[in-house]
């Protein structure tokens, strides 16, 4: 039984039919070959996933995914055109359309594509449920900063869990770097009360990577210098997700500002030093030592233990905090050990 549907905006009838008689079998397709036609068209009836051709007879397709976009916020899109300029790509993904397709393709990389739209759906379902319990949760307790428990923080990271086991890559990511991040925590001069807004943002500093930014975020080869530049917009999605949750703009900001740089080298405003708050140095350096542990994880122990020690070394007052490299190097050995079966 085909549970999916799928419309096909292309004005060539040659790749029209072409890509109807591919998903045909695998999925219900409607085409049509003018936004005009599309829009009546979607009067009446829903669709799963929308592909888009940028060059229509009738209008830009940009400005028609964009206007699609609006109406339509839980249908999947994808663009399949001929036609595409860097600023066309850039300007497509910051729509939150990570799946694009230059004619010509691989077929079996557009039905990768098409299973990577329906997984996305998925993906950002399960995201929608996590802010929606959050908000319910903000109107029962206030604050979730203040108020929430044990009870409401296991909630949290359940649901985070599964969000991350759907996307693959990223089980258990959360965990992990919370792992690293409370070691360090406990070496400094903070109160412990705030181990709550460390541990909650652990919990939830990636879901926008995991969600909008999926499936460039898990790609295994080199990114494009367009794909780079969404990626970067993560932590804004990832704050613009929670915004409704009650949760403090400080706790936004941790968040927001978990990719910034000691040098002001980083993203998303180039903060340097100690205008970065100290939670989002926490997440940047955790996050810094999972990638290098899981990178250079074919090293013997030793030798493991040694070259990522010299790296963090490396990027003292670069991208990572100076105190906070100091803190490692004083636990080093023993977090080390801890975390190197993650």
Known sequence: MKSKNILIIEDEIGPREALRIILKNSYEVETVATGKQALMLLEKTGFDLITIDLKLPDILGVKLLETLKTRFPKTEFMVITGYGSYDNLVEIYMMGVPLVFIKPFEINDLSLGIQHAFH??????????????????????????????KKTLEKIKKQILDIEQLTGFYSGHGNNVLEIAAKMFAMLAVPKKEFKVLELACYLHHLGKMGICYPISIKDQSLTTAEQIFLKTYPHQTAKQLKSCNLSEDFLQILLHCEEHYDGTGYPSGLKGEQIPLMSQLLHFSNHLLSLIRNNSFYSKKSHFLDITELIVSDKGKALSPLLVDVYLDINKELFQEIQMI
């Open 120 to 149: 996305r759906k998925t993906i950002l379902n399960h995201i929608d449920d996590l802010v929606d319990w959050l908000q319910k949760s903000s109107l029962e307790k206030g604050s979730l900063l203040k108020k929430s428990d």
